[in-house]
Protein backbone atom coordinates (compact mmCIF):
# COMPACT_ATOMS: atom_id res chain seq x y z
CA UNK A 1 0.00 0.00 0.00
CA UNK A 2 1.67 3.42 -0.72
CA UNK A 3 2.28 5.88 2.19
CA UNK A 4 3.13 9.20 1.83
CA UNK A 5 3.71 11.10 5.11
CA UNK A 6 4.17 14.83 5.36
CA UNK A 7 6.01 16.37 8.35
CA UNK A 8 7.58 20.22 8.95
CA UNK A 9 4.64 22.37 8.80
CA UNK A 10 4.93 24.79 11.56
CA UNK A 11 4.09 28.92 12.27
CA UNK A 12 6.54 30.91 11.18
CA UNK A 13 7.18 34.34 10.67
CA UNK A 14 7.37 36.13 7.13
CA UNK A 15 11.25 36.29 5.54
CA UNK A 16 12.02 33.01 7.44
CA UNK A 17 12.67 29.57 5.86
CA UNK A 18 11.24 26.00 6.59
CA UNK A 19 12.07 22.69 5.19
CA UNK A 20 8.82 20.10 4.66
CA UNK A 21 9.72 16.09 4.10
CA UNK A 22 7.72 13.28 2.76
CA UNK A 23 8.09 10.05 4.16
CA UNK A 24 7.30 7.36 1.35
CA UNK A 25 6.62 2.83 1.46
CA UNK A 26 4.53 0.94 -0.34
CA UNK A 27 6.38 1.62 -3.90
CA UNK A 28 9.77 2.03 -5.59
CA UNK A 29 10.53 5.50 -4.61
CA UNK A 30 12.93 6.66 -6.89
CA UNK A 31 11.16 4.99 -10.40
CA UNK A 32 8.50 7.94 -9.77
CA UNK A 33 8.46 11.40 -10.10
CA UNK A 34 6.89 13.30 -6.86
CA UNK A 35 5.18 16.60 -6.57
CA UNK A 36 4.18 19.03 -3.83
CA UNK A 37 0.72 20.60 -4.04
CA UNK A 38 -0.50 23.35 -1.66
CA UNK A 39 -4.12 24.14 -0.82
CA UNK A 40 -4.54 28.20 1.22
CA UNK A 41 -7.09 28.09 3.80
CA UNK A 42 -10.94 27.77 1.80
CA UNK A 43 -9.45 28.04 -1.69
CA UNK A 44 -8.39 25.14 -4.43
CA UNK A 45 -5.36 23.41 -5.01
CA UNK A 46 -2.28 24.77 -6.41
CA UNK A 47 0.68 22.78 -7.90
CA UNK A 48 4.09 23.80 -6.55
CA UNK A 49 6.83 21.84 -7.88
CA UNK A 50 7.77 18.54 -9.27
CA UNK A 51 10.83 16.28 -9.74
CA UNK A 52 11.79 13.54 -11.70
CA UNK A 53 12.51 9.86 -10.53
CA UNK A 54 15.98 10.57 -10.18
CA UNK A 55 15.74 14.11 -8.79
CA UNK A 56 17.66 15.10 -11.76
CA UNK A 57 14.90 17.49 -13.38
CA UNK A 58 12.70 19.90 -11.22
CA UNK A 59 10.00 22.04 -12.10
CA UNK A 60 8.19 24.59 -10.44
CA UNK A 61 5.08 27.17 -10.12
CA UNK A 62 5.72 30.96 -11.42
CA UNK A 63 4.48 31.82 -6.98
CA UNK A 64 7.80 30.32 -5.87
CA UNK A 65 10.75 29.77 -8.53
CA UNK A 66 13.65 31.30 -6.58
CA UNK A 67 12.55 30.60 -3.22
CA UNK A 68 11.49 27.07 -2.93
CA UNK A 69 13.79 24.16 -3.60
CA UNK A 70 12.41 20.65 -3.87
CA UNK A 71 15.01 17.38 -3.66
CA UNK A 72 14.94 13.72 -2.76
CA UNK A 73 16.65 11.37 -1.23
CA UNK A 74 15.94 8.11 -2.83
CA UNK A 75 17.97 5.56 -0.85
CA UNK A 76 15.52 7.23 2.63
CA UNK A 77 12.71 7.55 0.45
CA UNK A 78 12.22 10.90 1.21
CA UNK A 79 10.84 14.08 -0.77
CA UNK A 80 11.62 17.63 0.60
CA UNK A 81 10.78 20.88 0.05
CA UNK A 82 12.82 23.95 1.48
CA UNK A 83 11.25 26.95 1.78
CA UNK A 84 13.26 30.26 1.98
CA UNK A 85 12.14 33.89 1.99
CA UNK A 86 8.01 32.72 3.42
CA UNK A 87 5.69 35.27 2.44
CA UNK A 88 1.98 35.11 4.61
CA UNK A 89 0.49 33.90 0.80
CA UNK A 90 2.62 30.77 1.16
CA UNK A 91 -0.05 29.81 4.37
CA UNK A 92 -1.74 26.62 2.88
CA UNK A 93 -1.53 23.24 3.58
CA UNK A 94 1.26 21.30 1.31
CA UNK A 95 0.56 17.85 0.12
CA UNK A 96 3.12 15.67 -1.64
CA UNK A 97 2.30 13.43 -4.34
CA UNK A 98 3.20 11.07 -6.68
CA UNK A 99 3.35 11.32 -9.82
CA UNK A 100 2.20 8.78 -12.66
CA UNK A 101 3.13 9.10 -16.32
CA UNK A 102 5.54 9.21 -18.88
CA UNK A 103 4.97 12.69 -20.41
CA UNK A 104 4.26 16.35 -18.88
CA UNK A 105 0.84 16.10 -20.68
CA UNK A 106 0.16 12.28 -19.04
CA UNK A 107 1.01 13.41 -15.35
CA UNK A 108 -1.16 12.91 -12.63
CA UNK A 109 -0.94 12.54 -9.02
CA UNK A 110 -2.32 9.41 -8.24
CA UNK A 111 -1.63 9.11 -4.28
CA UNK A 112 -2.00 11.93 -1.91
CA UNK A 113 -0.39 12.40 1.91
CA UNK A 114 -2.02 13.80 4.44
CA UNK A 115 -1.15 17.55 3.93
CA UNK A 116 0.97 19.41 6.71
CA UNK A 117 0.44 22.93 7.50
CA UNK A 118 2.20 25.81 6.91
CA UNK A 119 1.33 29.35 8.51
CA UNK A 120 3.07 32.34 7.81
CA UNK A 121 2.67 35.16 10.27
CA UNK A 122 3.55 37.75 12.48
CA UNK B 1 -7.00 29.84 -12.80
CA UNK B 2 -5.77 28.87 -15.98
CA UNK B 3 -8.71 26.12 -16.53
CA UNK B 4 -11.69 26.87 -15.59
CA UNK B 5 -14.51 25.65 -13.35
CA UNK B 6 -18.15 26.47 -12.22
CA UNK B 7 -18.34 27.33 -8.92
CA UNK B 8 -20.75 25.05 -8.11
CA UNK B 9 -23.56 22.49 -9.33
CA UNK B 10 -26.44 20.64 -7.34
CA UNK B 11 -28.53 17.87 -8.50
CA UNK B 12 -31.17 16.11 -6.69
CA UNK B 13 -30.31 12.62 -5.48
CA UNK B 14 -30.44 10.00 -8.68
CA UNK B 15 -30.18 13.16 -11.30
CA UNK B 16 -27.00 13.73 -13.11
CA UNK B 17 -24.65 16.20 -13.51
CA UNK B 18 -21.65 17.80 -15.62
CA UNK B 19 -18.58 20.11 -14.50
CA UNK B 20 -16.73 21.38 -16.91
CA UNK B 21 -13.29 22.31 -17.65
CA UNK B 22 -12.16 25.11 -20.33
CA UNK B 23 -8.95 25.20 -20.92
CA UNK B 24 -6.96 26.50 -24.08
CA UNK B 25 -4.24 26.09 -26.59
CA UNK B 26 -1.30 25.65 -24.44
CA UNK B 27 -3.11 22.78 -21.84
CA UNK B 28 -5.81 20.84 -22.74
CA UNK B 29 -6.01 22.33 -26.72
CA UNK B 30 -2.40 21.22 -27.18
CA UNK B 31 -2.82 17.62 -26.29
CA UNK B 32 -2.44 17.45 -22.40
CA UNK B 33 -4.46 14.91 -20.60
CA UNK B 34 -7.39 16.21 -18.34
CA UNK B 35 -7.76 14.37 -14.66
CA UNK B 36 -10.14 15.13 -12.46
CA UNK B 37 -9.85 15.00 -8.48
CA UNK B 38 -12.33 14.63 -5.71
CA UNK B 39 -11.84 16.08 -2.53
CA UNK B 40 -13.79 16.15 1.27
CA UNK B 41 -13.67 18.66 3.76
CA UNK B 42 -10.64 18.05 5.54
CA UNK B 43 -9.18 15.65 3.66
CA UNK B 44 -6.62 14.43 0.82
CA UNK B 45 -7.83 15.06 -2.72
CA UNK B 46 -8.00 11.53 -4.27
CA UNK B 47 -8.32 10.75 -8.32
CA UNK B 48 -11.28 10.17 -10.12
CA UNK B 49 -10.77 9.83 -13.58
CA UNK B 50 -7.11 10.29 -15.28
CA UNK B 51 -6.16 10.50 -18.45
CA UNK B 52 -9.25 12.24 -19.87
CA UNK B 53 -11.56 8.97 -19.35
CA UNK B 54 -9.96 6.26 -16.74
CA UNK B 55 -11.51 5.28 -13.81
CA UNK B 56 -8.93 4.04 -10.85
CA UNK B 57 -10.11 0.79 -9.38
CA UNK B 58 -13.05 1.67 -6.83
CA UNK B 59 -14.46 4.70 -8.30
CA UNK B 60 -17.73 4.00 -9.39
CA UNK B 61 -18.93 3.66 -13.23
CA UNK B 62 -21.17 6.38 -12.14
CA UNK B 63 -18.14 8.91 -13.00
CA UNK B 64 -17.30 9.08 -16.45
CA UNK B 65 -14.64 11.63 -17.96
CA UNK B 66 -14.30 13.03 -21.65
CA UNK B 67 -12.46 15.24 -23.48
CA UNK B 68 -12.83 17.52 -26.70
CA UNK B 69 -10.75 20.17 -28.08
CA UNK B 70 -9.86 22.90 -24.94
CA UNK B 71 -12.04 21.51 -22.42
CA UNK B 72 -12.47 18.29 -20.31
CA UNK B 73 -16.22 17.25 -18.55
CA UNK B 74 -16.83 15.07 -15.46
CA UNK B 75 -20.06 13.32 -15.62
CA UNK B 76 -22.04 11.95 -12.14
CA UNK B 77 -25.00 10.06 -12.81
CA UNK B 78 -27.18 8.79 -10.17
CA UNK B 79 -26.32 11.08 -7.69
CA UNK B 80 -25.77 9.93 -3.88
CA UNK B 81 -25.49 12.41 -0.81
CA UNK B 82 -22.08 11.14 -0.50
CA UNK B 83 -21.18 13.34 -4.10
CA UNK B 84 -21.08 16.04 -1.97
CA UNK B 85 -17.71 17.17 -2.13
CA UNK B 86 -15.08 19.39 -4.06
CA UNK B 87 -14.27 18.79 -7.50
CA UNK B 88 -10.65 19.62 -9.37
CA UNK B 89 -9.80 19.51 -12.66
CA UNK B 90 -5.63 19.48 -13.57
CA UNK B 91 -3.73 19.40 -16.93
CA UNK B 92 -0.12 20.37 -18.23
CA UNK B 93 0.45 23.80 -19.28
CA UNK B 94 3.57 24.44 -21.87
CA UNK B 95 3.11 27.76 -21.62
CA UNK B 96 3.75 28.05 -17.98
CA UNK B 97 6.00 25.05 -17.69
CA UNK B 98 4.26 23.33 -15.26
CA UNK B 99 1.12 21.62 -14.07
CA UNK B 100 -2.44 23.42 -13.48
CA UNK B 101 -5.23 23.02 -11.54
CA UNK B 102 -8.99 24.53 -12.11
CA UNK B 103 -10.09 26.39 -9.18
CA UNK B 104 -12.93 23.93 -8.31
CA UNK B 105 -16.06 22.49 -8.33
CA UNK B 106 -18.68 22.38 -5.44
CA UNK B 107 -20.98 19.73 -5.84
CA UNK B 108 -24.45 19.78 -3.59
CA UNK B 109 -26.60 17.03 -3.70
CA UNK B 110 -29.93 18.80 -2.77
Known amino acids: EVQLLESGGVLVQPGESLKLSCAAS????????MSWVRQAPGKGLEWVSQ????????YYADSVKGRFTISRDNPKNTLYLQMNRLRAEDTAVYYC???????????????WGQGTLVTVSS | SVLTQPPSVSGAPGQGVTISCTGS?????????VHWYQQFPGRAPKVLIY???NRPSGVPARFSGSKSDTSGSLAITGLQAEDEADYYC???????????FGGGTKLTVL
Open chain 1, 97 to 111: AKAEGYTYGEYYFDH
Open chain 1, 26 to 33: GFTFGNFA
Open chain 1, 51 to 58: TTGGGGNT
Open chain 2, 25 to 33: DSNIGAGSD
Open chain 2, 51 to 53: KNI
Open chain 2, 90 to 100: QSYDSSLGGWV
